[in-house]
């Protein structure tokens, strides 16, 4: 049996025939990525423990880990950053494609657009064996260096009709992407808070959109297809999209004892808290208190007196009322206002970090393929007669 069985191997389809609600629990096929909550080893991106990477990598060590699967050494990152610094630029059809989306889109519809006519720009060539004739990395490559760009490239045209170079000369994804975005090189710290944060986004196992991108690609399609099929996916509220919504409830409040009530009248209506639970992580979300340290010392910086406690009160509320933790997406909402970047970019970067994780899954995928086409357990209408249209009652 290949790695990845299509669902045949799971526990719910040999022991129950029961469906699990939204798959929870089922293995759904192995990985040699990551561990999520796996009791004694919590996140470890292909071994090493989220904590050790967050506090001494950097994102492009990470990518390269987990496209790879080791961590490079100095000459091997240091030609790597060169090459996504070659990989930057967006092709001229793109930059038109770009131009013609309105500013008010969403910038995770600009990213799926962008992702979807790259692949018509620079196709991959052979999907028909599941093996790209290209290099194996050079597509999760171009897409790791090239989303900032797309990002910023459509954001500056739409807000005031320039057309900026969007070809930098920072060293990092991040640095890159703040240069691009406040128009000016950004200092150490912010640079640095944004590279972590991009480490712990950039892999999480079967997470929905990963799902996604595997099934895709376990169709034989092609690299672009099944990124742009995960970012349609991260979109949603309950997955990446939290971190926007998460935002959205912090700034409503002016106060921590304002987030104390209106928070409580929230949970009197039943409503669910963006930021807060998780469907694998039971007792705590590891990447949480690693952001939630840097959210607090850019809010220190910054000598916020509002969103911090505002953050801090929303989270004990919860946990006291509900029982539930933060998950990576509620302090990253504080720590990426500090930085200065929009909430609807918010998303984005999410996207930013889990390219490297999708692509990284897609290839696994593809080196041990199965269709995955898991079957539905039916509750719909008996057999009954088909009835002609004419003796068809309104
Ligand atoms: N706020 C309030 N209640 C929540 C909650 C939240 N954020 N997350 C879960 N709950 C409650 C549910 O209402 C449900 O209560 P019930 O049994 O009384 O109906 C219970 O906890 C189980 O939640 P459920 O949605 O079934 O869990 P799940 O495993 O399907 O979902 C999430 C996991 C992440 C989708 C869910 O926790 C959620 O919607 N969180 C908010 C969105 C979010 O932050 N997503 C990013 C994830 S990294």
Known sequence: MGQHAGFENSPIAENSGQAAEGLAGVVAGRTKLSTVGKAGHGLTYRGYSIEDLAAAATFEEVAWLLLRGELPNAAQLSAYRDLLKTQRDLPD?????????????????????????????????????????????????????????????????????????????????????????????????HARVLDASLILYAEHEFNASTFTARVAASTLSDFYSAITAAIG?????????????????????????????GVMELLSHKVKVMGFGHRVYRSGDPRSDIIQ????????????????????????????????????????????????????????????????GWAAHVLEQRADNRLIRPSAEYDGPGPRAFVPIERRVS
């Open 233 to 261: 996916t991260l979109r949603g509220p309950l997955h990446g999209g939290a971190n926007e919504a998460a935002f959205e409830l912090i700034s409503r409040f002016d106060s921590a004892e304002d987030a104390e009530r």
């Open 293 to 356: 340290r840097w959210a607090k010392r850019l809010a220190d910086e910054t000598a916020d007196e509002r969103l911090y406690p505002v953050s801090e009160c929303i989270d004990q509320v919860i946990r006291r009322e509900k029982g539930l933790f933060p998950n990576l997406d509620f302090y990253s909402a504080s720590a990426y206002h500090f930085l200065g970047i929009p909430t609807s970019f918010f998303t984005p970067i999410f996207v930013f970090a889990r390219t490297a």
């Open 93 to 189: 059809p793109l930059k038109v494609v770009l131009e013609q989306l309105p500013g008010d889109a969403h910038p995770m519809d600009v990213l799926r657009t962008g992702c979807s006519a790259l692949g018509t720009l620079e196709p991959e060539l052979d999907i028909s064996t599941g093996i790209s004739t290209d290099a194996p990395f050079k597509i999760a490559d171009r897409l790791l260096a090239v989303f900032p760009s797309m990002l910023l490239y459509w954001h500056a045209y739409s807000t005031s009709g320039r057309r900026i170079d969007v070809c930098t000369d920072d060293e990092s994804i991040a640095t890159h992407f703040l240069h691009l975005l406040h128009d000016r090189p950004t200092d150490e710290l």
